[in-house]
């Protein structure tokens, strides 16, 4: 084949080369969407959050929303209702398998969590696009969590929350509901156990 003939090959392959750079960019940025990092807004929405410095939103007290109803089928294949806990300071983390800053965290959760239990402070999962329960249960198990986590794989009780207290696309993210049932914290990302300490404290403080 003479190099005339080649020529007008050049443009395709030029073509297809722009596409799949473009395919594989939406791909990449499909997958930096599904777990996020961190974040600082919650999609918009009149939620009386204030950021602090160290990534963390508060709600004063007599501002608060009331969290929805949590309620449903559990992990393991049990029943759980947020409600039950009223009375009680109780920490919301949202997880999945698939998620890294998820894994990081889930040791400084359960940590944290056995040290406020004799407090009164209890911790709730709510898991969340995971294909199967399994690998729900699995990752439970490998991170030694012991707190129940209610399965959520569609995101159907994330959308139950006010419009701007939790962004689908922002996991690992963290509540913390007063004795009230109201959202007094939040953050949208990962957490170190200084900083769910800190998050928790002034709740934890209020009478």
């Given at each position: ?16 080369r722009a ?43 007599g501002e ?25 300071v109780v ?117």
């Amino acid at each position: 084949m003479s190099a005339a003939s080649r020529a007008p090959m050049r443009p395709n392959r030029a073509r297809r080369r722009a596409v799949l750079t473009t395919a594989g960019g939406a791909v990449v940025a499909l997958l930096m969407s599904a777990c996020s990092s961190g974040g600082t807004s919650g999609g918009g929405g009149d939620t009386n959050f204030v950021m602090g410095k160290d990534g963390i939103s508060t709600v004063k007290k007599g501002e608060r929303d009331a969290a929805p109803d949590l309620s449903g089928k559990t992990v393991d294949g049990g029943r759980l209702d947020v409600r039950d806990y009223k009375g009680k300071v109780v920490v919301v983390n949202v997880w999945g398998s698939w998620c890294a800053p998820c894994r990081a965290e889930a040791p400084n959760f359960e940590k944290v969590y056995q040290d406020l239990k004799a407090k009164g402070v209890r911790f709730v999962g709510i898991n969340t696009r995971d294909t199967s329960v399994q690998n729900a249960v699995a990752f439970e198990k490998r991170q030694g969590v012991s707190y129940p986590s209610l399965y959520d794989p569609t995101g159907k009780l994330m959308l139950r929350f006010k419009k701007g207290t939790l962004n689908l696309q922002t996991i690992p993210s963290t509540l913390v509901l007063d004795r009230e049932g109201k959202i007094a914290a939040r953050s949208l990302a990962p957490l170190s156990e200084e900083k769910l300490r800190k998050m928790i404290a002034p709740v934890l403080a209020e009478k």
